[in-house]
Every structure is written in C-alpha cells, then in structure tokens.
C-alpha cells in the first residue's frame, strides 16, 4: 500500500514586516484592539517585485532544499492560492518553470484559506494512485494586494507568505507508518456571500477587494473546524490523546483556543504562528508547520493533525505522522 510521506518543509515571507502601531497610522484601529480581538502584533506586506510565485519559489527551494532531492525530480506540483499571479496560467506553472522542472503536472487549487488542505488532499489522492511519485505542495498569497486598506474590520487581519511541502509515494512500513493517515475536505456555497472578494474576471473585470461579515465566519469556523476535526479521529481510530501536535489555520488566537477546547486539547500542543504572520490564507498552516518543524519542536514520527476553513466556505483537515 502507497503513502504520500512528507520528506520536507519551507516556508517564505516578504522583507516588510508592519506592525499595529504602523497600520493605526493609516486606518482607525489600535494595537490593543487587534491584539485583544484576534491576537495578531504583526504581519508582512509583499513589495511590488514579490509576488505569489516569487513567494512560493523560495518556500518551495527551501523544501526540496530540506528534502535532499533534485527539484527536476518533481513531477506534480499543487499550488494553492486565491491571490494568482495571473488569471491565467496557473501560479505553479510559473513556480515549476523557476525550479527547472518540466513536463510534470502542475496547477492551482482555489479553495482560499482551506487551500493548503485541498491541494494536500489532492496530491495525496494523485500520489496513491499511482499519477505521480513526489510532489510540491505549496500555499502561497499576496493578501495585500486584495484588502481594502480603508476598512479596518478587514485589513488588519491580513498578512502576505508562502508555506511548502514535499510528499513522496513511499510502501508503507512499520507497525506505526509514516504518512498522510486521513483527510476529510467539505464546502458548503450557501456561505459564499459572508467572505468574498466584489470583483473577478468574469463579472467586474477587476481583480476587486475582500469583503468579510467576520462574527459570523467566526461562529461557523469553531462549529466546522470541531466537527472535521471529530472525522478524521473516527476514521483513523485515533483520539485527541495521540495528537502531539495542531498546527491550526491561523485567522485569529481566538479561534485556535475555541477549537483546541472544543478537541480537549491543550493549548501547549497547538501551533500558534498568528501573532507574527495574521492571517496568511491559504499559506498558513504550512508556514506554521515549517517554523515548528525548524525549531525543533515537530520531529520525525509526531502525529501532527492540520485544519483551515475559509470562503467558500470550504473547510477541512488531515492527520499525518510526520
Ligand atoms: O481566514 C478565513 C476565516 N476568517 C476568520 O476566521 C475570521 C473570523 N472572524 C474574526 O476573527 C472576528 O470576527 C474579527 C476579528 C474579524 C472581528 O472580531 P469581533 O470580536 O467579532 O469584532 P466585531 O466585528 O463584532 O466588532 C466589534 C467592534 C465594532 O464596533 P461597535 O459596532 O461594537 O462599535 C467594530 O466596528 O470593533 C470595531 N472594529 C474595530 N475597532 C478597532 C472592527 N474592526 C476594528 C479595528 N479596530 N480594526
């Protein structure tokens, strides 16, 4: 039996970091009312020379880099993003070009801040099934480029980076196998109109802004998340206990603490990376997993559960023994 193994990680952000003080310069907010509401001290903001791709081909050298492999030996690269270089081709299209890799399969998942999770899911199913043998998985956004910096219930809980992954199709081994273990993936478009962004090319011809009703993405976040995450422990047979790590969608502290809660898992277990990065979308959760796997605290053999939720709303979540 096949299993997607991830053999590394990387992750990238942009040289600017901006702090509460510096956004209340420019929008009516404070850094004791983002902190209290969200957690969130500090996030980077892409220069106009880094972009999505550009982002995302440093995350994605420093994974190969850590995998020990030959980039040219990729042959499927999943890049998950709402925030595309282009409408078209696709990001991990021009990501592979800058790796060197050719001929392989590469293109983009839109899934928001649950993309990281659907393009895994994805490669997983592709690597399984034979379709490809090691793949890049990335999440990558530019959210600045789409908030509008006049509504501070909004722009202040953005933030720019880039997360990456390899996983390769290993035989399964060992009584305890390394691997994905499970995902479990959901959406639900009744939601569409509670986080969205007003413009596209098919409708304005612009690239438009993001809007968000963010009490009731909240409500729904803790609901959804709690109830994935319940599924993949039923699939595998695994409890809360065996968890060593959560390495959460990181929106807002608030969140993360309601859910590890609701799990019955204790705070010390979950990788909190928001305070520094806001909220990343779809590159959060593997910008979380590479800092904690670099800092030693996510090492080999670790069960490690991953879950996001965002517009869509799309939410979902996958157990891996690391
Ligand atoms: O990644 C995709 C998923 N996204 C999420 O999971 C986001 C989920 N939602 C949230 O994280 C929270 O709902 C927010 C952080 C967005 C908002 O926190 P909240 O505690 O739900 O606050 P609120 O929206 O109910 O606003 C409370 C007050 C309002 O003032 P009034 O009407 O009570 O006078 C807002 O106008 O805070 C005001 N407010 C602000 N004040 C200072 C909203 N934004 C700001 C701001 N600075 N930046």
């Known amino acids: 039996m096949l299993r997607s193994v991830l053999i590394g990680t990387g992750s990238a952000l942009p040289r600017q970091a901006v702090s509460n003080a510096e956004l209340a310069e420019r929008v009516d907010t404070s850094d004791e009312w983002i902190v209290g509401r969200t957690g969130i001290s500090n996030r980077y903001i892409a220069a106009p020379d880094e972009t999505t791709a550009s982002l995302a081909t440093e995350a994605a050298w420093k994974a190969i880099e850590a ?7 990729i042959d499927l690269i999943v890049l998950a993003t709402a925030t595309p270089d282009q409408t078209f081709p696709a990001t991990a ?3 592979q070009n800058n790796l060197g890799c050719r001929g392989g399969i590469a293109f983009d998942v839109a899934a928001v801040c649950s993309g990281f999770l659907y393009a895994l899911g994805i490669a997983d199913s592709m ?18 480029r789409i908030l509008d910096w006049d509504d501070r219930t909004t722009c202040v809980l953005f933030g720019d980076g880039a997360g990456a992954v390899v996983v390769e199709a290993r035989e399964e081994d ?3 196998p390394r691997g994905i273990l499970a995902t479990r993936l959901h959406a639900d478009g ?3 109109q ?11 011809g612009t690239v438009g802004k993001l809007r968000m009703k963010g009490p009731e993405v909240f409500r729904h976040a803790v609901v959804n998340l709690a109830e994935v995450l319940k599924e993949v422990l039923e699939e595998t ?11 959460p969608h990181q929106a807002n502290a608030r969140i993360l603490d309601a859910t590890a809660k609701k799990l019955g898992l204790p705070t010390e277990k979950v990788v909190m990376t928001v305070g520094q990065h806001a909220n990343t979308s779809a590159a959060s959760v593997p910008l979380a997993l590479d800092q904690a796997v670099r800092d030693g605290r996510i090492v080999q053999g670790d069960l ?19």
Request: net charge negative; with cysteine; charged share 15%.
């Open 67 to 73: 995998a020990g492999i030959e980039a040219a030996s």
């Open 93 to 95: 299209t021009i990501v």
């Open 190 to 192: 009744a939601h569409n």
């Open 174 to 176: 060992g009584e305890k």
């Open 194 to 204: 509670l986080l969205y962004v007003d413009g596209g090319p098919s409708t304005t």
């Open 304 to 322: 490690v559960m991953l879950e996001a939720m965002g517009g869509g709303f799309t939410w979902g979540a996958c157990l891996i023994r690391v």
């Open 127 to 144: 690597l399984r099934t034979g379709m490809a043998r090691r793949a890049l998985v990335i999440g990558s956004e530019t959210f600045s």
């Open 237 to 247: 047979g695994l409890s809360t206990s065996d968890i060593d790590w959560l390495v």
